[in-house]
């Protein structure tokens, strides 16, 4: 099955729950990013706004399950695959950019759920977190919506 008959049947099935499913569960786990499906929910006619605003506490909710798993479970298993050193040189980033860094990788293609897990493991306060992430995502997913949008007037569908 194709990424646009999945974006459509989630779309036609769910609706903006389903958006937030994907992405609450991006932002801690699963792969495939939740830009598509927000495009192809305001192209399929869901409001651009709305996408946006659900997507963004979809993945502030989910970015806090990361970055209590990072917490809870990341620490020893950073330290088993990369080394003692690399988590030094991760919690240098975190205390030099701090909220910044969750700014940028949330408005980037960057793989979010890694800055949710290493903000957990080097312990950066959920609340400075959160608004990182809010402030970094609610643009990034309001702009894709509304490429839907326009792409979806573009071509009349």
């Not at 909710?61 to 988590?87: A, C, D, I, M, Q």
């Not at 030094?88 to 979010?112: H, N, R």
């Not at 809010?134 to 309001?142: A, D, H, K, N, T």
């Amino acid at each position: 099955m194709d990424l646009y008959l999945i974006a459509q049947h989630l779309i036609n099935s769910y609706g903006y729950w389903g958006i937030f499913l994907v992405a609450f569960t991006e932002a801690f786990i699963q792969p495939v990013p939740p830009d598509l499906f927000i495009i192809g929910a305001s192209a399929f006619g869901l409001d651009p706004i709305t996408c946006a605003i659900v997507s963004t506490i979809g993945s502030v909710s989910g970015g806090g399950v990361g970055h209590f798993l990072g917490y809870r479970l990341g620490t020893p298993v950073f330290n088993k695959l990369f080394g003692e050193k690399y988590l030094i040189k991760g919690e240098k980033f975190f205390d030099k950019y701090g909220i910044w860094g969750v700014l940028i990788a949330g408005f980037s293609p960057l793989p979010y759920k890694v800055a949710a897990w290493l903000a957990g493991i080097f312990e950066m306060k959920i609340l400075y977190f959160s608004i990182g992430t809010l402030v970094g995502r609610f643009p990034r997913f309001l702009l894709i919506a509304y490429f839907g949008h326009k792409v979806a007037v573009f071509f009349g569908l």
